[in-house]
């Protein structure tokens, strides 16, 4: 057989194999295809790679596709007729279970042409974007941060009555008696009103020094820990605040920043994270703000190589370096949770973009998680290479392994299965992931009392 005929015999045969193209390739699509592969100049075995490549990504579209499908099915077979007075529905995961209420949305105003205040049910406020890519990143990342218990405004997808999505809305986060800041007007809220007036000063020095000039690359490795100090800065100079109080905000805000590697967010500036400030008392206490607004993947000026950190285009690698090196007690338990479960941490998460991104973007998004989960494994494996952990870390791990199965567990039971069966094989390991290291923390936990009584 000449160049072309074996191509063609390597095409069907491999068409033989994958049901889902076979109604696809017609004989005249075969050798248009085989055509213009023959006349290439990569060898037989080259063009043989190229076309296995070509329709495992053909398939794997096909599939993804059909899930899509099943899943707006799964929806309208779950939902009763709008009652009165509802004009929409909110899916939602709360507490990992999926929800699907009535519910009825009204304007209240526009914030901007992106945004709209809303009012929920009579009862909250919210904010409402309408259907967009980013929109669906934003509720990726509400799911991502529930399985790694990191604070997320409530996010709720809105559908019609015939169940075509409609956009997404975000719960207010504070109440009457509640303020939220962001951290730019932290620093102003801190000149008015703390008695700190040399750290006050210093932070405004720092401040006026590196943003007037706008978005910038960081030049020094020390520039890292000075960029994440500058935060930890204002916390500590916040009106009325305790050590406890500054304490517990660094842990959170350090904590968020591992969540913003792993889940590629870009949208790190100071206008979009903050802290809430409750005025009920004579004092001020504060917390940080559930996380918002991440849904930024990916920015034409950015390498892939980096994210933005406060105020900094920074290297992420760099970037969790430094937080490893000089933050590391804040972070190691979400680092351990990260990597201790990544066996079943990183399918659910699979799962969870595979359900609300169309394909192109899915394949993206998949490659990027994938590859900040390998850098966050390997910077821990080195970390742990010298810094080994106590054996009350490791209790302590336990602990937040066993309050993570019990999280993860509805998201299991909560996904329809692709129709080649590849979704439920992959819940099933998990399943059994999570049985097995439900028993064994249970099984150490009657071991340690079991040695504590003798």
């Known amino acids: 057989?000449?160049?072309?005929?074996?191509?063609?015999?390597?095409?069907?045969?491999?068409?033989?194999?994958?049901?889902?193209?076979?109604?696809?390739?017609?004989?005249?699509?075969?050798?248009?295809?085989?055509?213009?592969?023959?006349?290439?100049?990569?060898?037989?075995?080259?063009?043989?790679?190229?076309?296995?490549?070509?329709?495992?990504?053909?398939?794997?579209?096909?599939?993804?596709?059909?899930?899509?499908?099943?899943?707006?099915?799964?929806?309208?077979?779950?939902?009763?007729?709008?009652?009165?007075?509802?004009?929409?529905?909110?899916?939602?995961?709360?507490?990992?279970?999926?929800?699907?209420?009535?519910?009825?949305?009204?304007?209240?105003?526009?914030?901007?042409?992106?945004?709209?205040?809303?009012?929920?049910?009579?009862?909250?406020?919210?904010?409402?974007?309408?259907?967009?890519?980013?929109?669906?990143?934003?509720?990726?990342?509400?799911?991502?941060?529930?399985?790694?218990?990191?604070?997320?405004?409530?996010?709720?997808?809105?559908?019609?009555?015939?169940?075509?999505?409609?956009?997404?809305?975000?719960?207010?986060?504070?109440?009457?008696?509640?303020?939220?800041?962001n951290l730019e007007e932290?620093?102003?809220?801190?000149?008015?009103?703390?008695?700190?007036?040399?750290?006050?000063?210093?932070?405004?020095?720092?401040?006026?020094?590196?943003?007037?000039?706008?978005?910038?690359?960081?030049?020094?490795?020390?520039?890292?820990?000075?960029?994440?100090?500058y935060v930890i800065k204002l916390f500590e100079a916040l009106p009325d605040i305790s050590e406890e109080n500054v304490k517990q905000l660094t842990h959170d805000y350090l904590n968020m920043k591992i969540f913003e590697l792993l889940t590629n967010s870009l949208n790190n500036n100071l206008s979009n994270i903050g802290v809430i400030v409750d005025k009920s008392s004579l004092k001020y206490t504060y917390r940080l703000s559930p996380s918002y607004n991440k849904y930024t993947i990916d920015l034409s000026s950015?390498?892939?190589?980096?994210?933005?950190?406060?105020?900094?285009?920074?290297?992420k690698k760099e970037l969790l370096n430094t937080l490893i090196k000089y933050y590391y007690q804040d972070i190691k338990d979400l680092l351990a949770l990260i990597t201790n479960n990544k066996d079943s941490l990183f399918p659910i998460i699979n799962q969870v973009i595979k359900e609300h991104l169309e394909y192109s973007e899915y394949s993206k998004y998949y490659k990027l998680v994938s590859n900040n989960f390998k850098m966050l494994t390997d910077a821990v494996a080195i970390k742990k290479e010298t810094s080994p952990d106590t054996s009350e870390d490791r209790n302590r791990y336990l602990d937040n392994d066993l309050a993570y199965n019990s999280r993860i567990a509805p998201f299991v039971d909560n996904y329809v299965a692709d129709d080649d069966d590849k979704g439920s094989t992959i819940l099933l390991v998990i399943v059994t992931i999570v049985l097995f290291a439900t028993i064994g923390i249970i099984a150490l936990a009657v071991y340690a009392l079991s040695k504590m009584n003798m």
Request: hydrophobic share 35%; proline share 2%; charged share 30%.
């Open 186 to 229: 932290a620093l102003r809220f801190i000149k008015e009103e703390s008695p700190k007036f040399n750290l006050t000063q210093e932070l405004l020095d720092y401040h006026d020094k590196n943003v007037k000039h706008g978005l910038k690359e960081i030049k020094s490795i020390t520039s890292y820990k000075k960029n994440i100090d």
């Open 302 to 315: 950015l390498k892939e190589s980096q994210t933005i950190c406060n105020f900094f285009i920074v290297d």
């Open 1 to 181: 057989m000449d160049r072309k005929q074996l191509i063609i015999a390597h095409i069907k045969e491999r068409l033989n194999t994958l049901e889902e193209l076979g109604k696809e390739y017609s004989e005249e699509k075969i050798n248009t295809l085989a055509e213009n592969l023959s006349s290439s100049d990569k060898t037989l075995t080259e063009v043989c790679t190229l076309i296995d490549n070509k329709f495992s990504n053909q398939v794997r579209k096909i599939n993804h596709n059909k899930y899509l499908a099943s899943l707006k099915e799964y929806y309208l077979a779950s939902i009763d007729k709008l009652k009165k007075g509802n004009n929409c529905y909110l899916l939602s995961y709360e507490q990992g279970v999926k929800v699907l209420e009535q519910a009825y949305i009204s304007e209240i105003k526009d914030i901007n042409p992106y945004l709209k205040l809303v009012n929920i049910n009579n009862d909250k406020k919210g904010f409402k974007k309408e259907n967009s890519i980013n929109n669906d990143y934003e509720l990726i990342m509400s799911d991502i941060a529930y399985l790694l218990n990191i604070p997320y405004a409530n996010t709720y997808r809105i559908f019609d009555e015939k169940m075509n999505p409609q956009g997404i809305v975000n719960i207010s986060f504070v109440n009457k008696k509640e303020r939220f800041l």
